[in-house]
Structure formats: structure tokens, C-alpha cells
Nanobody, 116 residues
Framework: QVQLVESGGGLVQAGGSLRLSCTAS????????MGWFRQAPGKEREVVAA????????SYADSVKGRFTISRDNAKKTVYLQMNSLLPEDTAVYYC?????????WGQGTQVTVSS
């Protein structure tokens, strides 16, 4: 079992920055690839970024490349999403995700609102 808790969302003006955090429970964090997803009102949930178990490999949605950075600290059991140059279209609920034994685990989500 894994429990994920996100934090760091909020209201920011376009062009601003936020850093999201996701802290996991359990002893298996360092063995898990992690991802960030987001869901805007009326839209499907989409992947934003992902990171391998040791952080050596990262991937990003085209819409956030060059603006967002995913990272992790396995000692703190935490994955981060640094979001720069935010746009109004980045407004969404952001979720942390991992897969363990074929099962998806999600956090409760954190709201990010970017005003124009």
C-alpha cells in the first residue's frame, strides 16, 4: 500500500511559479516510478511529467516541456514538480501517481489556479 499526499498548490499570476510536493508513506518509495497528472474542469486527466525510481530518467508532456521540472528525494519520500512560466491553461487539479503491483495509487490532488 502507498499513500500519497500533495501540497503546494495555490493561486498565482501568469508567468509566476509554484512548486508542488508529493510525500509518500510506506517503505517502497525508492522502488517506485512516480508521476504528476492534472485534470482541468471538463477535461480528462492527463499526464504532466514522470520520473524513474532513482530520478535518472524524466519525461514531460509537450505542453510543459521547458517550463516544468520533476524531481525526487528518496530519503524524504517526496517527489516535486517545479512549475515556472505558468499559463492560465495550466489551471487544474494536480495529482501525484504511482503504480504498485499493477494498481494505481493517487493523492487527493492540489488545486493550481493561474490568473491572466
Amino acid at each position: 500500500q502507498v499513500q500519497l499526499v500533495e501540497s503546494g498548490g495555490g493561486l498565482v499570476q501568469a508567468g509566476g511559479s509554484l512548486r508542488l510536493s508529493c510525500t509518500a508513506s510506506g517503505r517502497t518509495f525508492s522502488s517506485l516510478a512516480m508521476g504528476w497528472f492534472r485534470q482541468a474542469p471538463g477535461k480528462e486527466r492527463e499526464v504532466v511529467a514522470a520520473i524513474s525510481r532513482r530520478g535518472a530518467i524524466t519525461s514531460y508532456a509537450d505542453s510543459v516541456k521547458g517550463r516544468f521540472t520533476i524531481s525526487r528525494d528518496n530519503a524524504k519520500k517526496t517527489v516535486y514538480l517545479q512549475m515556472n512560466s505558468l499559463l492560465p491553461e495550466d489551471t487544474a487539479v494536480y495529482y501525484c501517481n504511482t503504480v504498485l503491483s499493477g494498481r494505481n495509487f493517487w493523492g487527493q490532488g492540489t488545486q493550481v489556479t493561474v490568473s491572466s
